[in-house]
Structures are given as C-alpha cells and as structure tokens.
C-alpha cells in the first residue's frame, strides 16, 4: 500500500481549516428565521446560533394565557435552532466536501484506516 503524501495531507488539512474559519466566521451573518402560533411569535437567529430577534404579535398576549404565550416562544426559538443547526450543516459540508460522513471520518484525505 502506498504511503500517503505527507506534506501534501497537511496542506489540505491546513487549507480546510481555514475554510472552515471562513464559514464559521460567515455564519455569523447569516439569519434565519422561524415562526410559531400561525406567525403570532417570530424568531431570527443568526447561524452562530445567536437569537436576534424575537417579535410577538400584540394579538398573541392574552394575560388569561400566558403559558400559551410562552409555549408558542418556545416553539418558534427551537425551530429558529433547527434551522440555523441545518443552515451551518450545509455551509460546513460544503467546505469539507462531506469529509465529515458518520462518525467524522477523513476519508477523502488519503488518511489510511479513515
């Protein structure tokens, strides 16, 4: 079996890492948005997974309810995280040409046993 390339492994890994920092760094600016209790509560969440925004339609506020109020919130924010998590995925896949796969194999690094 051929010895993989020493330099030439490290120079890739070197290279991903700093498209990996140029994604994440990306990220930060991007936003997402997600919404619950039919657009009654809207969250905006950056793609670092930093809430920006959350606006709350006057409608939504019953004082006799607030644990739907509250509920609602809940709904939108963790939608807002799905949707960021997925939203950072794409973008992070796209930088390691799905090196990642399962289990965060190096495959397409000639690494051997990976």
Do not use: W, Y
């Not at 890739?12 to 700093?18: D, F, G, S």
């Not at 606006?55 to 607030?66: G, H, L, M, Q, R």
């Amino acid at each position: 079996m051929p010895q993989p390339n020493m330099q030439k492994m490290l120079k890739q890994v070197q290279r991903m890492q700093a498209d990996m920092a140029a994604a994440q760094e990306r990220l930060k600016d991007e936003v997402v948005e997600a919404a619950a209790g039919g657009g009654m509560v809207t969250v905006k969440i950056s793609g670092d997974l930093e809430v920006k925004s959350i606006t709350v339609d006057p409608e939504a506020v019953d004082p006799e309810d607030v644990e739907l109020l509250q509920d609602t919130i809940l709904v939108a924010v963790n939608e807002a995280i799905r949707a960021a998590q997925e939203l950072a995925e794409r973008r992070m896949g796209s930088v390691t040409g799905g090196l990642g796969g399962p289990g965060g194999g190096l495959g397409g690094l000639g690494i051997p046993g990976f």
